[in-house]
Structure formats: C-alpha cells, structure tokens
C-alpha cells in the first residue's frame, strides 16, 4: 500500500513495526503485539484468521482497521462484532473535499473524542480519497464514537466510470461516519494504559473507511493527512 513514510515516521518515535503473516507464519497472535494493523485487505480473510484476531482482542489486544475500495470477504465478519458495516460504493461530498482532486476525496470533520481532540485543536486536516462510508451500531458490552463525519450532502457513490452525481435508489444518502472508535464497558483484564494517555477508558479498536490517506503518495502531496 506504499506507507513506508508511515512505518519510518512511527519508528522514529520509538514504535517496532513489523509485518505479521497469519496462519502461516503464526498459529496466535504474539502476546507482546501492542497493536495490530489490518490495512487496506484486498484477498478473503480466512475464518480461522479473523477467529485468530477476534480471540486475540478479547484479551487486551487493540486492533486498527483501514478498509480499502474493496471489500473482501471475511472482513465484514471482522468487522461485525465491532459494530461497524460498509456501506457500498466510494463516499463523495460536494462541500468539503480536496479541490485538486475533487469530490471523492471529501475532507471529513472531525467529532469529539480523546483521539481527535487535540488534532482539531492543531487544525491538522485529513483527506480522504477513496473513503468508504461506515454504518454503525451496537457493540456488545461497549459502545461506539464517531471520529469522522462528512457533510449531509454527501452520498455513496457507486457509479465510478462516470461524473460523481448522486442517483436516487442507488447510491446511499450521507451524512456517513468515516472512522470510529470502539471502546469497551469494562476492558479486558490484561488490558493497560501507559502515562502518556488521557485518563478514562481506552479505545480497544479505530476502524477507518479508507486506506489510501497513509499512503507515500498522499503524505508527499500535502500536510492536510494524519
């Protein structure tokens, strides 16, 4: 997905970053993993992998997901005990977007939440190209936040050969959430914070309706990305 800026960035701040082959490289996730990255899958998620992951978070793990322009099968089962579905087609937003790219790279809002707080205090905008708009909704034993929103005059669009333009009985109306937090009632027993985190509960997992904003290339075009 070319994020080696990503990689090199976390790095210099002291992160491990390492790629994890499932099944075949691993029978279990590694105790000592802090996080893991699904980003951007394009092939089927077995259903021995996502068990893998699911058991994985039950003891503590957190677990970052940035669904790609596709959707592969198996990841709405990942995805389903999140609370978090993927509407079809790719988001468009005629208000706020990139204007050297257009209205499919809308530039969500941020909502408030102890991930986006202080980025919207610094003003540090993100683009989203190729978004995915995400349903949500009920998350057992925890509950689910919004941390991007686009505008009400957004919709999915699913026409992609032609103009973005809305088609009634087509394409999904906005306003839709591009990024989520999900945070559990009561943590897992393993589950820990460190001292640089705020104080309350922590966010066991962020699922983002697209990939494509921690790539090289949009990283190098402009500082309005995470």
Not at 59 to 77: A, F, K, M, S
Not at 121 to 144: D, I, S
Request: glycine letters at 8%; hydrophobic letters at 35%.
């Amino acid at each position: 997905r070319g994020a080696s800026d990503l990689k090199a960035s976390l790095e210099k701040d002291n992160f491990k970053v390492d790629t994890l082959t499932l099944i075949k490289g691993h029978e279990k996730i590694p105790a000592d993993l802090d996080l893991l990255i699904v980003a951007g899958p394009t092939r089927a998620l077995p259903a021995k992998e996502v068990a893998m992951i699911q058991a994985w978070r039950k003891t503590g793990g957190r677990l970052l997901v940035l669904v790609g322009d596709t959707t592969p099968p198996g990841l709405q089962d990942l995805l389903k005990p999140l609370g978090v579905s993927v509407v079809p087609g790719l988001v468009a937003d005629p208000r706020d977007y990139f204007q050297f790219g257009g209205p499919l790279i809308p530039i969500p809002s941020y909502q408030s939440h102890r991930i986006t707080d202080d980025l919207r205090k610094q003003q540090v905008g993100v683009l989203m190209p190729a978004a995915r708009g995400l349903q949500t909704g009920k998350v057992e034993n925890g509950h689910l936040e919004s941390l991007l929103e686009t505008t009400p005059e957004s919709w999915s669009e699913t026409d992609l050969k032609n103009e973005p333009k809305f088609t009634k009985g087509a394409d999904a109306k906005g306003p839709f959430t591009l990024a989520a937090a999900v945070t559990l009632d009561a943590p897992p027993p393993s589950s820990s914070t460190t001292a640089s985190e705020p104080a309350g509960p922590r966010p066991e997992a962020v699922v983002f309706g697209g990939a494509q904003w921690q790539s090289n290339s949009l990283r190098q075009t402009s500082s309005a990305s995470l």
